[in-house]
Every structure is written in structure tokens, then in C-alpha cells.
């Protein structure tokens, strides 16, 4: 027998005190989407259920008791912290769910320049971490766009990336420990140590679960120095996006490392770049960073690789560093934004994939055209890849579209889901990932059997051996 | 209703929000031979519609579909002054229904000469457009006056309402204005011609035309004017009133905080309430 939404809140209360226990509806009601139902919050229309109770968590042991509780009675949990997902991994999916929140959780514990690593609590804001270890000159070497207002625990729950991480890494390349609370209370720390054989990589239980199996308490990163008088940027303008991956190809196969490499397609370029590439221009661009002698050679290197593309036509250097120092959002750009959707149901949607060099163009272009041929509405449709690998990169579709003829609460089925539909099966098709950084949260549950194949069995296995009443953020990652 | 002609004026601006303190700081410290400060360098920066005039573009659209429900017909035309980086946002109105784009093109920075874009605009509007209403922004950025609806609206002997937030049509050709005046909302109804100088609107985002419009209009011209074909003689009117930059400083931001103690939210509300808000409603 389920408990009431009334004995879930007393349970909370004993367990953390009424002030911790957030029962005000309209909060609530505003806790049911993240960013992938975001129209709801904007238009004030809600469609899911409503959440029982936000609990705020100050400290592991009070997560622990939190747990234990829900996976005794049965009650679904969604694990939060900056609450920027933009895959419905923090929606809830049934009835009376309790959102842990562990914002309050926010001390950074430690900064070990020595041994080159940062503790901090889920609730860390990465800003403030990153705030804090560059007064030391280090870095965390993460920048994702949403640093401003993400904090430490969903980076890693959610698997996420930066800005710069051809050079650094995703996140999952930069925790070296952390500490996690199973369902039933059961508290684990992973230690930090430089690397270990000692079996399977227990870290990547954690890293990426989406708080699906877990809630992440604590993490400790890598630190590394931080040299911005010698960031170098480079940039291009070229014809078609086909050059564009086969340039920044050549740059990642002749061993070089830059932080960042992008390619974008004429319509991303048109938003960002307008001031100096044309119409139908793509964007190629770079940036090397490091001690001086490696930022140099990393720019020359890819300035001499580049110049084998002789379509690519090069940029004052300028252009492209001023268009950087902006790119990150903040909350008054999320406001800014709100608005604009308020005012003009023109909404801006994007959507992440990987696959290998001999496939991500063909994605790319097989998407681009069936969206264009087969969803109503679209404004813009058209992406760039920002992340690349020696053996592949990842290809970021961001479209706009007009909510026409339905409520702003039906935006997601008219339009967002078959557009994210179109791009899973295109990526699919051709042996590449549905998720590149954003993770599958619930939106992308429909293509993770196939996105799994065989290896669906270890990814279930694990959800029924670490979440067996099933409590944890039920429908994500696994279908519900 | 008879058919109406409305144009809109916009400019496209940088972005000043994307430079950085130091930018404008290296622009006020470089000095040219005559004296002056260098300038801030925008052109690294991405352009964008200047937000009064978006305003502007969006009501005509809005006033021309009310009128449309009426079953009178207008003609919505629009107008910028500047480069090349303007016609992006042309093209953009013609595929949202606008059926005249022009460019005002000049050969020299405008920046600082409102006289100057104030006599193009209304030459074409005299000369070219024969609008009956015409709406632009109050102001267009940093560099701005603010002087340039009045200043058309002198040389076209047109009346001029500014700091406008809402414009309706009604069923004779007059509209109903509703402008933010420094003792509350002022409300008039004017009859045509007139100038409106659109402030901070309650509609301040222009809607966005699907790539099917854009598909379907494509072919839409977009006309060039020069100073020349309008009699207006741009670089002797700069020559005339020369604009100098003398120096810039940077505004103090900075403002005192405090950060509130207490255990529980109740606690620091109560703290906030006793230390800093009671004596400022005691005094209201």
C-alpha cells in the first residue's frame, strides 16, 4: 500500500525538519519539468504529475535517511541539484515523487594544489569552484555553457561536457572519487587515486546514472594549470560542413590537441557569426591553449593543417575570441529567452549525437533534410559539432520552430519529439549515439534499447541490482 | 478604411553587452592624431536589431493584421540606414509579410549624426515611400541621440509622439496611441501622417518567419538608396557637424552588500526586515 502524499511529507519532516520539507504547490507544480517540458513553466501549463514534497539535503547522512525511507515505502525520489536538465531527468514521471535537492550542499571541501584535485559537494556550483581554484591559477578545465547555474552533482550524474573538452575531457575524464547514497540508505565513497586495476571502473556506476540508481553526495576532480595569456584562437569561413568535419579530422588525426574545435553549419553560423560570414558560410574554428610553447605549436600545427583545406578561408582571430568570452549562459540570458518564446512561440530546441568520422556528416545531412521535409513550423534548422575525438565527433542540431495551432503544453509532441525522433533514427541507422553530453533522462527512453543492443542486459541488470523497488527517478534512462 | 502606408525605420546595432569592460576601456585610451579617442571597436561583436525599433517592426506587423481583420488593406514597408549587415534583417521582413525593404546606404559611420540619418530617412519617405505613419524606435543604442524621430518628423512638418507602447488601429484611418509620459499613460488618438517613436513596448520581440516563408519570398528585392539619389549630401553634413569622441569612462558599479546571517530562512528574513527594510517603510 502506497503512503499518502500526506504521510510522505510527515516522513520527510521527522527525517529533516518541516523547514527543509518545500510543500508550497505552485513551487511544486514548477518542480514537475526541467528544461525539456520548459514551455510549461513559461505559459504557467502544467501536464505531470505534481511532486509531493522538494526536500532540501544538508548533509550525506540526512540524504541516507531520505533514501532509506523512500525505498521502504516504496516512494519515487528524483535526485536534483542545479536542476538545468534539459532531458525530462528531472520530470515526474508518477505520482507523489520527492525531488532530493542537494543544492544546500554546496561547500567546496577541499582544493589539493599539490595533488592536483578539488573535493566539493553536489551542490557546488562549478562556477564557484572554478571561481575559487583559478585564484590559484587552476582550473577544472569544465566549461559547459551552463557553468554559470549547474552545480557539481548533475554535471557528473548527467554525464556532461565543456566547452573545452577536446583537451580536458568530458567530465567522467576528470572525477577521480566521489561519494554516492544507494536506495536503502547504503553510502559508498570511490577513493581518488591516479588510476587503479583493481577490476571494473566503479566510478562509471555513478558517473552518468541520472540519479537512476543513485544520489551523488560529493566528487573530486582533477585540477589542472591554467594559462589564459596564451589562448590562441583560430577561425575560417568555408562552403559546406562535409570540409568542415574532414578539417577538423585532419586537425585530431595529426595528434594535436586543441581545446576547442568546432564546425558550424550556415544556419548555427548565421545566429552567432553574421558579422563577418556570409549566407551560406560554415565556421571552422579552433582554440589552443596551454604553457606557451604548447599553445603555439598546437595553433601552428593547426593553422599548417588547415591550409590543406584550401576552401577554408581564414578570420581575424578576434572574431572568434570575442564570440567566446560571451557564449556561456546565465540566468538573465534564460530569462531573456523565456520572454522571447512568451512573446513569440518561437522556440529554440537542440539536440546532441556521436558517431564515427565516416558517419557523422552523413547524420548530419540526413537529419538536417528529413526535419526540413517533415516537421511543420521549423525557422531555422541547422547545428555545429563542437567535440572531437580521434575516432569521431559529436554533432549538436539546434533548430528553432513556431508552436502553431496547439497549446504551448503539446509543443513537445507536435514538434520536439518527432524532430528528436528523426535524429535518433538517422544516428542509429548508421551505428553513432543518440546522446552525445545532455543524457536520456526521459526524453530519449523510446531509442535506448537500440541505442543499448546486447549490452541493454548490463545497463538493466545494474537498475534491478541497485535500485531493485525501483525508487530512483523513475522512466529515466530505463523506460518507464 | 483606405489603404495605409506605414514604414518602419530600424537600425542594426552591435551588441554592446558582448564587449567586455577592457574593450571599452582600450577604445577611450587610443588616441588619434587630431586629439580624439580611438572609438570602441564593435565590429569583433555580432549585430543585432536594436531593441526599440524590434518593438517597432512588430507592432506594424500586429497593427496591420488588426487592420487586415477590418478588411482594410495596408502596406508595410521598412527602412534601415547602415552597411550590408542590415539586409539579413530585410530579408527577414519580407518573409514576415513586409512588402518594401529598403537600405539607406551610406558611405560613411553614422553613429553620431542623427541630422544626417534624420534627413535620409525623411527624404525617402517623401521622395520614395509616401508612407502615412511611420514608426521607429526612441533611441538606438550607446551612440544615440535620441534625437532622430524628432528630427524627421521637423522635416517632414509631421507631429511626433514618443516613448509610444501601444499603437491600434481604428475604423478611420486614425490610430489610438497609448505613450509612457513622465505623470502616468497618456492616451490620444491621431489622425495621419505622424511620426511614432516607439519606447520600451509591452511587445518588444519581433515573431520569426518559418523557412517556408522564407522560401516563398525569396525573390523580394530589396532597394538600395544612396544619399546621392535622395539629394542628400552625407559627407557634407558630417564635414558641417563634426562629431568628435573626446573620452569614455567606465560608470562605477559597484554597489555595497551584505550578506545576512542566520540559521533558518525565518531567521534571516527576520534580519533582513529589522536592519534594513523597516526603516525604509517607516519613512515612506
Known amino acids: 500500500m502506497p503512503l499518502s502524499r500526506e504521510a510522505v511529507v510527515e516522513g520527510l519532516q521527522r527525517i529533516v525538519g518541516p523547514e527543509d520539507v518545500i510543500t508550497d504547490e505552485h513551487i511544486l507544480v514548477q518542480s514537475s519539468v526541467d528544461n525539456f517540458r520548459k514551455l510549461q513553466n513559461i505559459f504557467d501549463v502544467h501536464t505531470m504529475p505534481v511532486p509531493a514534497a522538494i526536500v532540501m539535503a544538508r548533509s550525506t547522512a540526512k540524504v541516507a535517511e531520505i533514501l532509506r525511507f523512500a525505498d521502504e515505502n516504496g516512494v519515487n525520489v528524483i535526485p536534483r541539484t542545479g536542476a538545468t536538465a534539459t532531458e525530462g531527468g528531472l520530470e515526474s514521471a508518477v505520482a507523489d515523487s520527492v525531488i532530493i535537492d542537494g543544492s544546500p550542499m554546496n561547500q567546496i571541501v577541499s582544493i589539493d594544489a599539490y595533488n592536483m584535485q578539488a573535493t566539493c559537494q553536489c551542490g557546488a556550483p ?38 573545452f573538452s577536446t583537451l580536458y575531457g568530458g567530465i567522467e575524464d576528470m572525477v577521480v572519487g566521489l561519494e554516492a547514497v544507494f536506495p536503502g540508505g547504503q553510502v559508498t565513497r570511490i577513493k581518488n587515486v591516479p588510476r587503479r586495476a583493481a577490476g571494473p571502473d566503479i566510478r562509471h556506476v555513478v558517473i552518468g546514472n541520472e540519479g537512476a540508481l543513485c544520489f551523488i553526495t560529493e566528487v573530486t576532480v582533477k585540477l589542472f594549470p591554467y594559462f589564459p595569456e596564451n589562448n590562441t584562437f583560430l577561425g575560417w569561413t568555408l562552403k559546406d560542413m ?39 558560410d560554415c565556421v571552422l574554428l579552433f582554440m589552443a591553449e596551454g604553457p606557451a610553447g604548447i599553445a603555439r605549436a598546437t595553433a601552428e600545427g593547426i593553422a599548417t593543417v588547415v591550409a ?17 568570452n560571451d557564449l556561456c549562459w546565465d540566468a538573465s540570458k534564460i530569462v531573456a529567452e523565456d520572454e522571447r518564446i512568451r512573446q513569440t512561440r518561437n522556440v529554440n530546441r537542440t539536440t546532441e549525437i556521436s558517431a564515427d568520422w565516416g558517419s557523422i556528416n552523413d547524420i548530419y545531412q540526413a537529419a538536417k533534410a528529413r526535419i526540413i521535409a517533415e516537421i511543420p513550423d521549423i525557422t531555422m534548422m541547422g547545428g555545429h559539432s563542437s567535440h572531437s ?20 503544453e503539446q509543443e513537445t509532441d507536435k514538434y520536439y519529439l518527432p524532430i528528436i525522433g528523426i535524429i535518433c533514427e538517422e544516428t542509429l541507422k548508421r551505428g553513432g549515439s543518440i546522446v552525445h553530453h545532455h543524457g536520456i533522462g ?32 523513475v522512466g529515466t534512462i530505463i523506460p518507464k | 478604411m483606405s489603404s495605409l502606408r506605414i514604414l518602419v525605420s530600424f537600425k542594426v546595432t552591435p551588441d554592446y553587452e558582448a564587449l567586455r569592460e577592457a574593450d571599452w576601456l582600450a577604445g577611450a585610451a587610443v588616441g588619434t592624431a587630431e586629439g580624439a579617442a580611438q572609438g570602441v571597436e564593435t565590429r569583433y561583436v555580432r549585430r543585432i536589431l536594436n531593441c526599440f525599433d524590434e518593438s517597432a517592426l ?49 558611405e ?28 521607429l524606435g526612441c533611441r538606438g543604442g550607446p551612440g544615440d541621440s535620441g534625437t ?29 496611441v497609448a505613450c509612457m509620459a513622465d505623470d502616468g499613460l497618456l492616451r490620444a488618438t491621431l489622425r495621419l501622417p505622424c511620426v511614432l517613436a516607439v519606447g520600451n513596448a509591452v511587445v518588444s520581440q519581433l515573431r520569426v518567419p518559418t523557412l517556408t516563408d522564407r522560401l516563398a519570398r525569396r525573390d523580394r528585392r530589396i532597394d538600395i538608396v544612396s544619399g546621392a539619389d535622395l539629394g542628400v549630401d552625407i559627407a557634407g553634413e558630417l564635414r558641417r557637424e563634426p562629431c568628435v569622441l573626446v573620452g569614455l569612462e567606465a560608470i562605477d558599479r559597484a554597489r555595497r552588500g551584505v550578506i545576512i546571517g542566520g540559521e533558518t530562512p525565518r531567521e534571516k528574513a527576520r534580519v533582513l526586515f529589522d536592519s534594513h527594510l523597516k526603516s525604509v517603510i517607516e519613512k515612506l
Not at chain 1, 308 to 324: M, Q
Not at chain 2, 108 to 132: C, G, K, N, W
Open chain 1, 389 to 408: 575525438y580521434i575516432n569521431g565527433a559529436n554533432m549538436y542540431f539546434n533548430y528553432f520552430f513556431n508552436v502553431v495551432d496547439v497549446g504551448p
Open chain 1, 442 to 473: 526521459k526524453a530519449r527512453t523510446p531509442w535506448v534499447k537500440d541505442e543499448y543492443g546486447s549490452s541493454y542486459y548490463i545497463l538493466e541488470t545494474l537498475k534491478h541490482a541497485f535500485d531493485p523497488n525501483g525508487i530512483m527517478n
Open chain 1, 242 to 280: 562535409k570540409t568542415g568535419f574532414e578539417a577538423l579530422r585532419a586537425v585530431m588525426v595529426s595528434g594535436f590537441k586543441p581545446s576547442v574545435a568546432r564546425v558550424y553549419d550556415p544556419g548555427d553560423a548565421g545566429i552567432h557569426f553574421s558579422h563577418f560570414a556570409a549566407e551560406d
Open chain 2, 148 to 176: 532622430v524621430p524628432f528630427m524627421v518628423a521637423e522635416a517632414l512638418g509631421w507631429p511626433c509622439l514618443t516613448q509610444v507602447i501601444e499603437v491600434e488601429p481604428l475604423p478611420d484611418d486614425r490610430v489610438r
Open chain 2, 58 to 106: 512588430e507592432i506594424a506587423l500586429r497593427l496591420s493584421e488588426a487592420r487586415a481583420e477590418r478588411g482594410a488593406a495596408t502596406g508595410l514597408g521598412a527602412l534601415s540606414v547602415g552597411g550590408r549587415e542590415t539586409e539579413p534583417y530585410l530579408k527577414t521582413l519580407l518573409a514576415l509579410g513586409y512588402d518594401r525593404a529598403a537600405r539607406g546606404e551610406a
Open chain 1, 308 to 324: 590543406g583545406f584550401p576552401e577554408c578561408k581564414p578570420v581575424e582571430a578576434a572574431y572568434i575570441e570575442t564570440w567566446f
Open chain 1, 126 to 163: 562549478l562556477q564557484a569552484l572554478e571561481d575559487r581554484v583559478r585564484e590559484q591559477g587552476l582550473t577544472t578545465g569544465h566549461s559547459p555553457q551552463s557553468k554559470p547555474v549547474a552545480h557539481m552533482g548533475g554535471l557528473v550524474a548527467t554525464r556532461s561536457i565543456g566547452q
Open chain 2, 108 to 135: 560613411a559611420a553614422l553613429d553620431f549624426a542623427p541630422a544626417v540619418v534624420a534627413a535620409l530617412i525623411a527624404e525617402y519617405v517623401r521622395q520614395v515611400d509616401h508612407s502615412d505613419l511611420l514608426l
